[in-house]
């Protein structure tokens, strides 16, 4: 199975932690599309593997024009057969989730939207310079949840400032619509944001690690009392409704990404974008293909699984680890000595992460890499 990521690089205004790649406004809409007809046409293969799943992120996919959204889909559709699709997401923010363009949505093909919702306070909002209100997210989710929508909505917590409270208020409110996924992120400063910038002229306030960790201990307290299941450290859903495309990522199937700066896994290599609209566009319009690529050896591939596999509720998988490195016995002594400290737990053939452990997911893959 396949899974493809449409890139959709544009954004209404800037929120101040982010680091995806993208423009703000409409201005070179009309350039992208040209360039991304191209890149399908180069890229997909009517032979290749069937495409399970549409995934159009971004930027914000829901402010391209619908008459764009059509085109893409339209150019996509001759290479996945309606009956191998299982899963359309599309990104949507509040403020495009007009009811018109809610029925428009519907009648291209999209089940479900992925709605940055990120907080229902407005203080919140103002802060990350999110370009909605709390009052236009209740309304979009409303109308999306009386189209029939499968909706999967994101949080953010560890907003400087925001309490405890604000954050379980947040989850009741998500939870008060008809969702079945919801993906809840701490708040991280990355470098290149707008928020760096502002600690540095604004006196903005910086990430609190500690209040992070009590809203993520909550996040997860809460969720599993109302019967969802944590099925990745950031991402939590009703019973069976895991989202299919972003599991494709973490259980290491292939993909392929159309884009500036999207990635693409066939199993043996790792494809890039370049992060660069124009160099894109120019590419594109001399039929090159703007993508570098590495052969994963088999360090890299282990690491991968270890890193991401980790995450999710299916843990490290020991035959798994043996399809890719000839000894496991180093490896496996390490996360015996994990499970020796309360951070994993060690079923018949898997390692999985104790509740204490998903604190350290990222320093406790780092350990088991190999070089
Ligand atoms: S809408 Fe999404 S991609 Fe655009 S700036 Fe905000 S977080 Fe980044």
């Not at 995806?20 to 991304?36: I, P, Q, T």
């Not at 339209?74 to 509040?94: F, G, M, R, W």
């Not at 599991?247 to 066939?266: C, E, M, R, V």
């Not at 490290?316 to 951070?343: A, C, F, N, W």
Request: with cysteine.
């Amino acid at each position: 199975m396949s899974g493809l990521y449409i890139h959709i690089p544009f954004c209404r205004q800037s929120c101040i932690y982010c680091n995806f790649y993208f423009k703000n406004g409409r201005k070179h809409v009309a350039e992208y599309v040209d360039a991304l007809l191209k890149e399908i046409e180069l890229k997909l293969n009517k032979n290749s593997e069937a495409i399970q799943t549409l995934y159009f992120g971004g930027g914000t996919p829901s402010f391209l024009g619908n008459s764009e959204l059509k085109t893409i889909f339209n150019a996509i559709s001759e290479y996945v057969h309606p009956n191998d699709l299982k899963e359309v997401t599309l990104e949507a923010n509040p403020d495009d989730m007009t009811a018109s363009n809610l029925a428009e949505w519907k009648e291209m093909g999209i089940g479900r939207l992925s709605v940055g919702i990120q907080s229902f306070f407005d203080e919140h909002l103002k802060w990350m310079n999110r370009a909605h209100t709390a009052e236009e997210a209740e309304q979009a989710l409303t109308f999306a949840q009386d189209l029939g929508f499968d909706l999967s909505l994101d949080l953010i917590f560890g907003i400087p400032g925001s309490s405890l409270e604000q954050h379980q208020f947040n989850m009741e409110k998500a939870l008060s619509f008809n969702i079945q996924h919801l993906s809840c992120y701490g708040l991280t400063l990355e470098d290149k944001t707008p928020w760096k910038k502002l600690i540095k002229t604004k006196g903005y306030a910086k990430p609190d690690d500690e209040q992070g960790a009590e809203q993520f201990k909550l996040t997860m307290q809460y969720l599993k009392s109302r019967g969802w299941e944590q099925y990745e450290i950031s991402n939590y859903c009703l019973p069976g409704k895991q989202a299919i495309h972003n599991s494709s990522y973490w259980k290491n199937t292939q993909y392929i990404g159309l884009g500036p700066s999207a990635h693409s896994y066939d199993g043996v290599n790792r494809c890039w974008n370049v992060a660069d609209l124009n160099a894109y566009v120019e590419a594109l319009n001399k039929g090159i293909l703007p993508q570098e690529c590495e052969l994963l050896s088999d360090a890299d591939k282990f690491n991968e699984y270890v890193m991401t596999a980790l995450r999710t509720i299916w843990g490290i998988q020991i035959e798994e680890m043996k399809k890719r490195i000839d000894d496991i016995t180093p490896t496996i002594e390490r996360l015996e000595h994990y499970v020796s400290k309360g951070m994993l737990i060690k079923n018949e053939q898997s390692y999985v992460l104790t509740d204490r452990g998903k604190f350290y997911a990222d320093a406790l893959a780092s350990d088991l890499f190999i070089a």
